[in-house]
């Protein structure tokens, strides 16, 4: 590429990025984890548009640090190669003049990126990456960033900084307060976390265009996905239908895949692009475990604010999924793994273990008013305390506050919008 068109596309790209000062930002605890001074690459992985941009820029200008930066994920950049990046870098010098601290956004776009990267560090300076594809993290990283790198996973908004870009009182017990934080979540949980969802108002086509964006840049291109209509049917079916226990066998007859392998592929992608997450069955048995995966959307927003969606409200599948997030968040961080319980007698949503231990078993149920649902909700919940040995069962409903015993077993009953407060 011409480095006179180079020079204009980064300053460009510096100017929009300099635009973020005039915003108003949700503190992210996300920051925390970036360490400036680390000799490894910093390496923030998320779905797109859940702010890692912005989280990363936050963390080097709070702390006043002359960087530079490019972004890969800009159309006039979709030629560049490995041999280009250098050139890259002679701009980024005379544009910003010295510097020992290198942002870059989307790297995942450019081949044999982890070559260049690891020339940076060779030369002591301070790198830090944007992804939004996992295999960024759990191939390329692993593979050519050996002990040069720290991973920091990034989802849309909490409902914790839902309320903090709200100025919702997150601490107060008054009846005013709680009020407005039930409020706050019922939109929360119908509107989801994507940041720049809270500031715009055709919701539905921005996400329409997010998803688009994903099927074709993250995964299509990425990984030459030549069925494209099929696949793109495929992924807009498991949205509708999530949270889902992915039968790959019905997968595949319904969209006319090749094989099943091709339908645990297509899924992989999704996975890979923080599209969808998902959860395996609880069991002893490792066989067992990689059978009958639950797959569920990234953030709530996706699952109706599409096209066709015809998704309804689904509030019971809109809390488990927040529930579930939060336990991604508050989990996955401290190397423990998260579970459902089903078998022919009952089924719990979640299962946390922090290696075979058990320690907290959770089901999910948007109202308990009908004792029909309670009983079911609190059967499933006791045969998983029996089949897993878990004493800290908790169940968590929209409104609900108790605590009980039954069969031997204590169970706190809390309402969401607190319990994913703490």
């Known amino acids: 590429m011409d480095k006179r068109i180079l020079e204009t596309i980064l300053a460009d790209q510096s100017e929009e990025l300099a635009l973020k000062q005039t915003n108003h930002f949700c503190q992210r605890k996300e920051e925390e984890k ?46 560049i190669t490995g041999n280009d990046l250098n050139d890259v870098l002679e701009v980024l010098y005379k544009i910003n003049g010295d510097f020992n601290y290198l942002f870059i956004d989307e790297i995942q776009n450019i081949p044999e990126w982890y070559l260049f990267v690891n020339r940076l560090l060779r030369k002591q300076m301070h790198v830090i990456i944007t992804g939004s594809n996992a295999k960024l993290l759990s191939g390329e990283l692993a593979t050519h960033l050996t002990g040069r790198h720290h991973s920091i996973s990034l989802f849309p908004f909490s ?3 839902y309320c903090v870009l709200k100025k919702i009182n997150t601490v107060s017990k008054t009846t005013r307060a709680i009020s407005a934080r039930r409020a706050a979540f019922d939109d929360y949980m119908r509107e989801g976390g994507f940041p720049e969802l809270q500031f715009i108002n055709n919701t539905k086509r921005y996400i329409e265009e997010l ?18 209509s099929s696949f793109e049917l495929m992924v807009h079916h498991l949205l509708n239908i999530s949270p889902t226990i992915v039968n790959y066998e019905v997968i595949q007859e319904a ?8 339908a645990k592929n297509y899924l ?38 599409r096209e066709d969606a015809f998704a309804g409200e689904n ?29 022919r007698s009952g089924e719990c949503d979640f299962i946390v273990c922090d290696g075979r231990k058990a320690i907290l078993a959770v089901q999910v149920s948007y109202d308990i008013s009908s004792i029909k649902t309670r009983k ?13 040995g878990c004493e800290n069962l908790l169940m968590l409903t929209d409104h609900d506050y108790e605590d009980l015993s039954q069969g031997g077993y204590k169970i706190a009953i809390r309402p969401v919008y607190d319990y994913v407060l703490e």
């Open 34 to 79: 970036i360490d400036l001074d680390s000799t490894q690459a910093q390496v923030v992985i998320g779905v797109r548009r859940s702010g890692k941009s912005t989280l990363c820029y936050n963390v080097l200008t709070r702390k006043r640090i002359k960087f530079a930066y490019v972004n890969f994920d800009d159309e006039r950049l979709i030629d």
């Open 159 to 161: 409902f914790a900084e």
């Open 211 to 228: 998803v688009n964006n994903i099927l074709t840049r993250d995964i299509e291109q990425r990984f030459r996905v030549i069925h494209t």
């Open 255 to 262: 969209f006319g895949l090749k094989s099943q392998h091709t």
């Open 268 to 305: 992989s992608y999704l996975k890979q692009a923080y599209l969808m997450v998902g959860i395996h069955k609880y069991s002893p048995k490792s066989r067992l475990r990689l059978t009958g995966e639950k797959v569920y959307p990234i953030d709530v927003a996706l699952m109706n604010k």
């Open 315 to 343: 509030l019971g599948w809109r809390l488990e999924t927040i529930v579930l997030l939060y336990l991604l968040r508050k989990y996955k961080s401290l190397d423990m793994d998260i579970y459902y319980y089903k078998d």
């Open 376 to 388: 079911r909700e609190i059967s499933g919940l006791i045969l998983a305390a029996k089949k897993t």
